[in-house]
């Protein structure tokens, strides 16, 4: 999938897309801290990055994820990125969505228009029923983001995910196909 928005573009993640994969994660390590797994600093070496890329790639090609990059229109630079992983088919027909922006790039809807081509991807392409996302309850931004989406509500774990070191409740939340509901 490729698409073109005002001043962005995205695309599923490429092999060679390392090196600005590298970047995107230096520049932003410390606004991305908070809401992220620990990071030890081997995890923003290049050579790390790529096996990072390869993992990701591997999931794509078996079919249980799929990794979309934010790219500047003029820059080149990467904006953001965002994901839909462990993928099941059958019954379920669901995936896990995750995503971050860059410091540089917030406040500018720019997430929630790449979601929504991204997850009309999910439904429209891939033939999914269910995207579910999950927050921290003090991330406000994704909390309001997912809203405006219209992922619903469905519950809250406690101690769900290890952030930052620590295990952190989250409140869980789907969107399922319109087209199916």
């Given at each position: 999938m490729?698409?073109?928005?005002?001043?962005?573009?995205?695309?599923?993640?490429?092999?060679?897309?390392?090196?600005?994969?590298?970047?995107?994660?230096?520049?932003?390590?410390?606004?991305?801290?908070?809401?992220?797994?620990?990071r030890d600093d081997d995890y923003f070496i290049l050579e790390n990055a790529r096996s990072r890329v390869q993992q990701q790639w591997e999931s794509m090609q078996s079919g249980s994820a799929v990794f979309f990059l934010v790219i500047d229109s003029v820059g080149g630079e990467l904006l953001g990125r965002f994901s839909y992983t462990n993928i099941v088919r059958g019954v379920f027909q669901a995936c896990n969505?995750?995503?971050?922006?860059?410091?540089?790039?917030?406040?500018r809807g720019l997430m929630q228009?790449?979601?929504?081509?991204?997850?009309?991807?999910?439904?429209e392409q891939m033939?999914?029923?269910?995207?579910?996302?999950?927050?921290?309850?003090?991330?406000?931004?994704?909390?309001?983001?997912?809203?405006?989406?219209?992922?619903?509500?469905?519950g809250y774990a406690r101690a769900y995910l290890k952030i930052a070191g620590v295990w952190e409740d989250h409140v869980l939340r789907a969107l399922i196909n319109p087209n199916e509901a």
């Open positions: 490729q698409y073109s928005g005002e001043g962005f573009s995205i695309r599923v993640l490429a092999f060679d897309d390392c090196e600005l994969i590298n970047r995107y994660e230096k520049a932003n390590r410390k606004h991305l801290q908070p809401w992220e797994p620990f969505l995750g995503f971050s922006l860059a410091e540089t790039a917030q406040g228009r790449a979601l929504e081509v991204g997850n009309r991807y999910c439904f033939g999914l029923h269910r995207i579910m996302a999950s927050h921290m309850p003090a991330n406000v931004r994704s909390e309001r983001l997912l809203q405006s989406l219209g992922f619903e509500k469905e």
